[in-house]
């Protein structure tokens, strides 16, 4: 029978074993959780703006401290430069941040552009800084008809690109325009009570990850690729 202990496709001075204690041996930040909200809808009457500002109460209720971007006035991705005042703005929010909350209405059985417009401003890497990864998200939709989740699924798999750790609990609000009242707020129901779910899930794993989410992905072929890194330029020829 083959022997598992060994790996020769392994450098072992750079696999980390990680103990329990890494996880747990640390100082918790006393500062209020931070979050940034976006939606993903530019009508007057907007329904996953709504439902954002309702996550938003919810999340300061529960101790957070949360910034919404407007994305009026965001331009499309690659049509102006990286200076545009409203793409430094979302790039400053996301680095302030800690966790993010998406909301995007369905259309055409997808999330809307203004809410992957957003997405797309937001860099994986900025200089030596990966601006999400490690943040938590949490995602929501709301649609015109019955409940669907297309647009729920397709941030998850965005924000598993983006790297942050998305929450297992969503909410998807079917007919929205019966959930809201005329003043915007929302109605009791089973959708609200989710959205109650949602937040507190998502104030609990950013409390439990925010101040080891440095360790939390760190990755082995990171470790590999920055050694191999710094072995060239140490080891180049003198000129």
């Not at 890494?22 to 329904?47: D, Q, V």
Request: with cysteine; glycine share 6%.
């Amino acid at each position: 029978m083959e022997s598992f202990d060994s790996l020769p496709n392994i450098d072992n001075t750079l696999l980390s074993k990680t103990h329990v204690s890494a996880l747990t041996n640390y100082m918790p930040s006393k500062h209020a959780p931070r979050f940034l909200l976006l939606y993903g809808s530019l009508r007057e009457r907007s329904y996953s703006k709504l439902l954002i500002l309702e996550a938003a109460r919810l999340l300061e209720a529960l101790g957070a401290e949360v910034k919404i971007f407007d994305p009026h006035g965001l331009p499309l991705p690659d049509d102006a430069p990286e200076t545009h005042p409203k793409v430094q703005e979302l790039r400053e929010l996301t680095l302030w941040s800690e966790g993010m909350v998406w909301c995007s209405p369905e259309r055409h059985g997808a999330m809307t552009g203004i809410m992957k417009a957003q997405i797309d401003w937001i860099p994986l890497t900025m200089g030596a800084i990966r601006p999400t990864q490690g943040k938590t998200l949490a995602v929501m939709e709301v649609s015109g008809g019955s409940q669907s989740f297309n647009a729920v699924n397709q941030m998850r798999i965005l924000g598993r690109w983006m790297r942050m750790i998305t929450i297992p609990n969503q909410s998807s609000v079917a007919k929205a325009f019966q959930e809201f009242n005329e003043d915007g707020r929302m109605k009791p129901s089973a959708y609200y009570d989710r959205v109650v779910d949602v937040m507190e899930e998502l104030v609990k794993f950013t409390l439990l990850t925010r101040d080891v989410s440095d360790l939390l992905v760190d990755r082995y072929s990171e470790r590999k690729e920055s050694a191999e890194v710094i072995s060239k330029r140490v080891n180049q020829p003198l000129i």
